[in-house]
T-cell receptor
Framework: TQLLEQSPQFLSIQEGENLTVYCNSS?????LQWYRQEPGEGPVLLVT?????EVKKLKRLTFQFGDARKDSSLHITAAQPGDTGLYLC?????????FGAGTILRVKS | DTEVTQTPKHLVMGMTNKKSLKCEQH?????MYWYKQKAKKPPELMFV???????INESVPSRFSPECPNSSLLNLHLHALQPEDSALYLC??????????????FGPGTRLTVL
């Protein structure tokens, strides 16, 4: 079983729609990170959440860390074609960074 | 400067070739990483160097040989690769390799094709 279960795997939506990506685990983490990766590039860190129940906003992106620090969500409001990419949640596990399976988002104009 | 650079950007090699991937950072980071990423999949950790010493080898086949000549450079030497080794190879660096919220900065990757 995967340490992090990410859903959905694929998402294809129209410009202007809202969406939510989920990252779940049965383990408790001290922090969780979200990355976005565009085609031909490496992953870029979007946010790190560290406190249970924490909500962080980055323009149209809202990140939430579950109260029990086992799960997280990423909500995008009014998606734009520039949001297209692979979204990855990740946690520190020992001295490794472990990624979820990723969500491929395609926003059509 | 928060940039990790990787060369080459693309590499095509035969199964009998020997080639090297290069990675460089000038952020003073003491941990550097190699990941392998297949299409539409998350990156998979291959190696971790901490203070220029190999600290993690994720059971990677010996046809992949990492090298850390100094704190700014990381190489991955390739020999006798198989077609299934074709992937995007990502380098990353971080301040340290310990636990916590230490951020990893990724390079753009080298797209490797093995014929």
């Amino acid at each position: 079983t995967q340490l992090l279960e990410q859903s959905p795997q694929f998402l294809s939506i129209q410009e202007g729609e809202n969406l939510t990506v989920y990252c779940n685990s049965s383990s408790v983490f001290s922090s969780l990170q979200w990355y976005r990766q565009e085609p031909g590039e490496g992953p870029v860190l979007l946010v790190t959440v560290v406190t249970g129940g924490e909500v962080k906003k980055l323009k149209r992106l809202t990140f939430q860390f579950g109260d029990a620090r086992k799960d997280s969500s990423l909500h995008i409001t009014a998606a734009q074609p520039g949001d297209t990419g692979l979204y990855l949640c990740a946690v520190r596990y020992g001295n490794k960074l472990v990624f979820g399976a990723g969500t491929i988002l395609r926003v059509k104009s | 400067d928060t940039e990790v650079t990787q060369t080459p950007k693309h590499l095509v090699m035969g199964m009998t070739n020997k080639k090297s991937l290069k990675c460089e950072q000038h952020m003073g980071h003491r941990a550097m990483y190699w990941y392998k990423q297949k299409a539409k999949k998350p990156p998979e950790l291959m190696f971790v160097y901490s203070y220029e010493k190999l600290s993690i080898n994720e059971s990677v086949p010996s046809r992949f040989s990492p090298e850390c000549p100094n704190s700014s450079l990381l190489n991955l030497h390739l020999h006798a690769l198989q077609p299934e080794d074709s992937a995007l190879y990502l380098c990353a660096s971080s301040h340290s390799s310990g636990e916590g919220t230490d951020t990893q900065y990724f390079g753009p990757g080298t797209r490797l094709t093995v014929l």
